[in-house]
């Protein structure tokens, strides 16, 4: 298993940047393609970006191309969201997620597809 906490969050105004960190415990998370998903109040659930466990392969959500950076650091067991350019409907809790996969170049891009998940971290985003 693997326990994933999220922080970085906060206020911030549209035009400006945010770096959110997943610190992630347990063996082997080397091993495990990761994503940012986020929810804003009264909507489901959304995909923002994914990342393989080799971190060579990765997915950005359409509303996110070009502003948002997803890495990984494997010997720190941490994955981070650079968000620049940061609008008023960025604003939503994000969610860091793992699935285990032995295949290195495989990222999901799908909600569906994570099991392990963090408590979430809220991002706002005045105008």
């Known amino acids: 298993q693997v326990q994933l906490v999220e922080s970085g969050g906060g206020l911030v105004q549209a035009g400006g940047s945010l770096r959110l960190s997943c610190a992630a415990s347990?063996?082997?998370?080397?091993?495990?393609?990761t994503g940012w998903i986020r929810q804003a109040p009264g909507k489901e659930r959304e995909s923002v970006a994914a990342?393989?466990?080799?971190?060579?392969?990765?997915y950005y959500a359409d509303a996110v191309k070009g502003r948002f950076t997803i890495s990984r650091d494997n010997a720190k067991n941490t994955v981070y969201l650079q968000m620049n350019s940061l609008k008023p409907e960025d604003t939503a809790v994000y969610y860091c997620?793992?699935?285990?996969?032995?295949?290195?170049?495989?990222?999901?891009?799908?909600?569906?597809?994570?099991?392990?998940w963090g408590q979430g971290t809220q991002v706002t985003v005045s105008s």
């Open positions: 990342i393989s466990w080799s971190g060579f392969s990765t």
């Open positions: 347990g063996r082997a998370f080397k091993t495990y393609a």
């Open positions: 997620a793992a699935r285990n996969t032995n295949i290195g170049g495989a990222y999901y891009s799908s909600v569906k597809a994570y099991n392990y």
